[in-house]
């Protein structure tokens, strides 16, 4: 469920974020004075943080202090080696949505970046667990020449991106679900959720959404679905930062490709992490379902699914897809 706050809510949380950034103890008193609130309130907004996952420790007569503050992405670094790849950056401790941030004020070239979501979104209506500091929660702003006939294969490229850039680190066995799920072992590692706005016509602006399951722990989420992490593959925590980077350097050349010579050029890319190619799959929209052999994409990055010895294309929108063992 989307925990809904009020800006100013989120403003106060924001700022106590920022006031325990530096490690240290802070008073009940103190953070009421800075924040102009009761100190009955400051444990209010103390304890909302411990739910969204802060590790914060209490001690009477110190105050609260915040664990491990060095989680939180350096956005002097970022910044830095993003305008390496021309990109600039938003960076929010605390927000509703990345998706919606960059919908509201879209910049081609741009990269909104959030520690912790409010409302963070899934595909079909669903939500998106996004616990503070602990995994990657970002949006790209790509302002798009093609007709929007064309951009059907657009979140799988992203998937196809995503996955080689992790690849390229040293990640193995990931794979693809279609349209854009990143799954280890059949456990989702990554989802992505592109939106578009602007004009039909060309000149589309395209929101880039994804989120990446990096050091979440079991008790900081409640997603209903079997989820992995690449902590939990690794055994360790991971770094955020090169990972964001290795994504954006390949998404951005994926995009160019895409651009020029549409979803056809990676085909091959595609096949090589299907996870369902050649499998019995099922595929719901809405109350209808259909059984058939996934035989994987065309070069509109629609499904080919044989039904009854027939090729039948599908267009992601809004349908599911399961594997049926
Ligand atoms: C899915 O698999 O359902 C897609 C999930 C996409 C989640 C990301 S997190 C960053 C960006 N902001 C959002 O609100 N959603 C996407």
Known sequence: M????????????????????????????????????SRAYVWKLIQQLQEYGL????????????????????KNSLDRQLAELSITQDYYLLTDSTNQRLKQSFKDQHLVLAEFQTSGRGRRGRSWQSP?????????????????????????????AMVEALQALGWSGLKLKWPNDIRHRHKKLAGILV???????????????????????????????????????????????????????QLQQH???????????????????????????????????????????DAFGALLLEVDGKLESHYAGEVSLRLKV
């Open 2 to 37: 989307p925990i809904s706050q009020t800006p100013h809510k989120e403003q106060q949380l924001r700022q106590l974020i920022e006031l325990l950034v530096d490690g240290d103890f802070h008073s009940g008193q103190t953070i009421a004075d800075e924040l102009g609130v």
């Open 55 to 74: 590790g914060l420790e209490s001690v009477s007569g110190k105050g609260y202090c915040w664990n491990d503050p060095s989680a939180l992405f350096d």
């Open 255 to 297: 995009l160019m490709d895409f651009e020029q010579k549409g979803f056809a050029a990676f085909i091959d890319n595609w096949n090589q992490y299907d996870e369902t190619l050649g499998s019995l799959v099922e595929l719901s929209q809405g109350k209808r379902s259909i059984e058939g052999i996934a035989r994987g994409v």
């Open 132 to 160: 503070l500091a602990a995994n990657l929660y970002f949006s790209y702003g790509w302002r798009c020449e093609l007709p929007v006939q064309q951009l059907g294969g657009l979140s799988l490229v992203v998937g196809i």
């Open 195 to 249: 939106e578009l706005t602007g004009d039909a016509a060309g000149g589309l602006e395209v929101i880039i959404g994804a989120g990446l399951n990096v050091n979440m722990l079991a008790e900081q989420s409640a997603i209903s679905q079997d989820w992995t992490s690449l902590a939990q593959l690794r055994g360790e925590l991971v770094a955020r930062e090169s990972l964001l980077l290795a994504i954006m350097r």
